[in-house]
């Protein structure tokens, strides 16, 4: 089955520098790839999504690159806010399928 | 707020008692989706229906988990003889068919 590996477990980086969270995918049949930021006690909030016609898609400072050959997918933050600090999930689904794959998960820590 | 809304936002029982939650979709949306997480970890399909029917059912939900959605609009989610185990939060999400899934923000049991 659909499987989706999501690294690193944990990024740390300092205010002001750029995070980069990289997710692979297994199925190639999968078609569209949201994000979602989670913060503690609260669901998880789209942040991104990209659909396999697209190779990258910007929103201000966040912006996620695929590339259907190799089956990546990453997530791009830039100019890193402490509010950005958050544990950052990727998944992947396809048009046949109704539940989302869903990676590990990220957890960002934005230093002061 | 015309979001996905879940109630209670935290429940606190004694196990063995039976616990009921409820989600509103946002109004739309005809597939609801239910989702178990635990801490650390990524959402754990549970179960979704496209309107009032229930198409699938994950194999690690146990019998006494139940799931409704009478007239394709709110769902509920019972629990019978809650166990610790069952301690976690539980996440409802909505969608269109082969759309992007919104969460609402969860309701997190306690079972002492």
């Known amino acids: 089955g659909e499987n989706v590996e999501q690294h690193p477990s944990t990024l740390s980086v300092q205010e002001g520098d750029s995070a980069v969270i990289k997710c692979t995918y297994s199925?190639?049949?999968?078609?569209?790839f949201p994000w979602y930021k989670q913060e503690l006690g609260k669901g998880p909030q789209l942040i991104i999504d990209?659909?396999?016609n697209v190779g990258e898609k910007k929103d201000q400072r966040i912006a996620v690159t695929l590339n259907k050959t190799a089956k990546h997918f990453s997530l791009h933050i830039t100019e890193t806010q402490p509010e950005d600090s958050a544990v950052y999930f990727c998944?992947?689904?396809?048009?046949?399928?109704?539940?989302?794959?869903w990676g590990a998960g990220t957890k960002l820590i934005i230093k002061p | 707020d015309t979001g996905v809304s879940q109630n209670p936002r935290h429940k606190i029982t004694k196990r063995g008692q039976n616990v009921t939650f409820r989600c509103d979709p946002i109004?739309?949306?005809?597939?609801l989706y239910w989702y178990r997480q635990t801490l650390g970890q990524g959402p754990e399909f549970l179960t979704y229906?496209?309107?009032?029917?229930?198409?699938?059912k994950s194999r690690l939900l146990s019998d006494r988990f139940s799931a409704e959605r009478p007239k394709g609009s709110f769902s509920t989610l019972e629990i019978q003889r809650t166990e610790q185990g069952d301690s976690a939060m539980y996440l409802c999400?909505?969608?269109?068919?082969?759309?992007?899934?919104?969460f609402g923000p969860g309701t997190r049991l306690t079972v002492l």
């Open positions: 999400a909505s969608s269109y068919p082969s759309g992007t899934q919104y």
């Open positions: 990209i659909r396999s």
């Open positions: 229906f496209q309107n009032e029917a229930q198409l699938e």
């Open positions: 998944a992947a689904i396809s048009d046949s399928n109704y539940q989302l794959i």
């Open positions: 199925d190639s049949a999968s078609n569209y």
């Open positions: 109004s739309e949306h005809n597939r």
